[in-house]
């Protein structure tokens, strides 16, 4: 693939009330794009407006992360919803998110599923089809992202959205290119020199080495910093760096 042109990715807006998780400000100084967080898993109104302000301020794009209505698991607990309604709950999230990024001056761009239901629609095509159909209702125009290989973007594309490949530079990888669940043996990488040897890997050679030692194709567009990883501010500087020396341009996915 050689060195080339990768977007940088961060989960922001992951707080709730007083509860706060991770540094959007610092990170939103080193990310292309910010999936923000939109109520259903993590995120209020006056966080909604404060990362849209500050996302719009530095130029970074705003997508939407939706996500399962399930507030207290962060989205992360697997759910059994009907398709009509989790159209609905999608709707609704990029909607929200929309309003304030409007308000500061910029779009939602993009949309990316969080958690449960981004791993639940890499293989389960009704969840993934409702989905869709979110997107296509609001604006058909917002591309979508996903993991390559997924039910997701497969049924997005057909629809017409645009799709964009995402790679994780701090999650575990089986040898079938899905990530790890977070509940097994290594699903997080937290040594910020191997995470930056990785998202080089991944920008200049479309390969990343899975939690059994294979190398699998992964052929991303866009490589995600979780803002609620450990030293996520210092993982986000030294990815940035490393790419930088490599030769790859650090650039948004949306014009």
Same mark, same amino acid.
């Given at each position: 693939?050689g060195?080339g042109?990768?977007?940088?990715?961060s989960d922001?807006?992951?707080?709730?009330?007083?509860?706060?998780?991770?540094?959007? *400000? #610092?990170l +939103?100084?080193?990310v292309t794009s910010a999936?923000v !967080?939109c109520g259903?898993? $993590?995120?209020?109104?006056?966080?909604?407006?404060?990362?849209c302000?500050r996302?719009a301020?530095?130029?970074?794009v705003?997508g939407?992360?939706?996500?399962?209505?399930?507030?207290?698991?962060?989205?992360?607990?697997?759910?059994?919803?009907p398709a009509?309604t989790?159209?609905n709950?999608?709707?609704y999230?990029?909607?929200?998110?929309?309003?304030?990024?409007r308000i500061a001056?910029t779009?939602v761009?993009?949309v990316k599923?969080?958690g449960?239901?981004?791993?639940?629609?890499?293989?389960?095509?009704?969840?993934a089809?409702a989905?869709?159909?979110?997107?296509?209702?609001? *604006? #058909?125009? +917002?591309?979508?992202?996903?993991?390559?290989?997924? !039910?997701?973007?497969?049924? $997005?594309a057909e629809?017409?959205?645009?799709?964009?490949r995402e790679a994780?530079?701090?999650?575990?990888?089986?040898?079938e290119g899905?990530?790890v669940p977070?509940?097994?043996?290594?699903?997080?990488v937290?040594?910020?020199?191997?995470v930056?040897?990785?998202?080089?890997?991944l920008?200049?050679?479309g390969t990343?080495h899975?939690v059994?030692?294979t190398e699998v194709s992964?052929?991303?567009?866009?490589?995600c910093v979780?803002?609620?990883s450990p030293?996520a501010?210092?993982m986000?500087?030294a990815v940035r760096l490393a790419?930088h020396?490599?030769?790859?341009?650090?650039?948004?996915?949306?014009?």
């Open positions: 693939m060195a042109r990768i977007d940088l990715n922001l807006g992951e707080g709730f009330g007083t509860w706060r998780l991770g540094d959007d *400000d #610092a +939103l100084e080193l999936n !967080a259903f898993h $993590a995120g209020d109104p006056d966080i909604l407006r404060r990362v302000d996302a301020e530095r130029g970074v705003v939407a992360q939706v996500s399962y209505h399930d507030l207290a698991g962060f989205g992360r607990r697997p759910m059994d919803v009509d989790l159209t709950d999608v709707i999230q990029i909607a929200a998110l929309d309003g304030f990024a001056g779009r761009g993009y599923p969080h449960a239901l981004y791993n639940r629609i890499v293989r389960d095509e009704v969840q089809a989905v869709v159909a979110a997107v296509t209702t609001y *604006d #058909a125009s +917002l591309p979508v992202l996903g993991l390559p290989g997924s !039910a997701w973007l497969r049924l $997005a629809a017409g959205l645009g799709t964009v994780f530079a701090d999650r575990g990888y089986t040898s899905t990530l977070r509940s097994e043996p290594g699903a997080l937290t040594d910020i020199d191997e930056a040897r990785r998202v080089v890997q920008a200049t050679k990343i899975s059994a030692g992964v052929a991303a567009q866009s490589i979780h803002g609620d030293g501010v210092a986000a500087t790419l020396d490599a030769g790859v341009t650090i650039a948004p996915f949306v014009a």
